[in-house]
């Protein structure tokens, strides 16, 4: 399968069915900040985000952020939410995906990559065999670059995607 496609895909990460993944043997969550956590350009995590951590600490499920942005706003994330988190993770390669597996003390086959990117988020995941979940974007209101990729992901995914089943 394309390295580009997720296992599933979702509204947002508020309207997953976690029952689902839980039996599915799914123990760790990554997650990406920026457009699939909280909308882009919010500085500091909103109450919606506090509160989904929560739930999902609830269900039992580990979370660690794994994103893009620098450390500083990494960090800020992790401290506020109270979880794990590894920043400049330079999606889609593995590394970064690697080191959230050792935080998290989890195999690949235990845990999801929950993001917006195609490019980044969902093709990091699936190099290493993880299970993924694609998102639609909290804010529409992206920089050019991004909405770029967006317009090169719907060139040539669209079809795709529209196979790909709701969790
Ligand atoms: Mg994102």
């Known amino acids: 399968m394309s390295y580009y496609i997720p296992d599933y895909r979702a509204k947002s990460i508020f309207e997953i069915d976690y029952d689902k993944l839980r039996k599915l043997g799914i123990k760790g969550i990554l997650i990406d900040i920026d457009n699939t956590l909280v909308p882009m350009h919010t500085r500091i995590p909103t109450e919606e ?42 999606k889609p390669r593995k590394k970064g995906y690697l080191k959230a597996l050792e935080v998290l003390a989890l195999e690949n086959t235990q845990c999801v990559m929950i993001g917006d990117q195609l490019l980044t988020d969902i093709k990091g995941g ?8 694609l998102t639609e974007v909290l804010d529409k209101n992206e920089h050019w670059f991004v909405r770029l990729k967006r317009v090169i992901e719907n060139l040539f995914l669209r079809k795709q995607l529209e196979k790909v089943e709701w969790i």
Do not use: P, Q, Y
């Open 49 to 90: 985000a506090i509160n989904w951590v929560k739930e999902m600490i609830h269900l039992d499920f580990k979370v660690c952020i794994l994103s893009n942005a620098n450390h500083e706003r990494t960090s800020l994330f992790k401290d506020i939410l109270a979880v794990t988190g590894v920043g400049m993770a330079f």
């Open 126 to 133: 699936n190099k290493i065999n993880m299970m993924t979940v």
